[in-house]
């Protein structure tokens, strides 16, 4: 288990990382923008779950599978259509099991 899964487990009873399962990666932080509490939470199976509560008590909920391919070419491609998709780029790297450096050398090369 994380450290953050752990401190959100003893502050949030509530908080999506506290009932997920299989956490391969938890994160919890407060946006200092807009002061919603946001949880980004990465399962054993890869999938990508974010849940945003917003200053005024709603609940936002982003799920997303990670992407199946058999090679460095198909990888590099479904990083650059998450990119168009506004997947934020520290997201896609988790999602591909990769840096963040990686995707955005990989969204940002000129393609052959």
Not at 30 to 48: C, R, Y
Not at 77 to 93: G, V, W, Y
Request: no cysteine; charged share 35%; hydrophobic share 25%.
């Amino acid at each position: 288990m994380s450290k953050n899964k752990q401190e959100l487990q003893t502050t949030n009873n509530n908080s999506l990382i506290h009932r997920a399962r299989d956490v391969q990666y938890a994160e919890g932080k407060q946006n200092k923008k807009n002061k919603a509490w946001e949880e980004t939470i990465v399962t054993s199976k890869g999938d990508l779950i974010q849940k945003t509560n917003t200053k005024t008590g709603t609940e936002i909920f982003k799920g997303i599978t990670r992407p199946v391919y058999s090679d460095t070419k198909e990888r590099n491609e479904s990083m650059r259509d998450l990119a168009k998709n506004d997947i934020k780029q520290k997201d896609n790297a988790l999602l591909h099991d990769v840096s963040q450096s990686t995707v955005s050398r990989v969204v940002n090369e000129p393609k052959k």
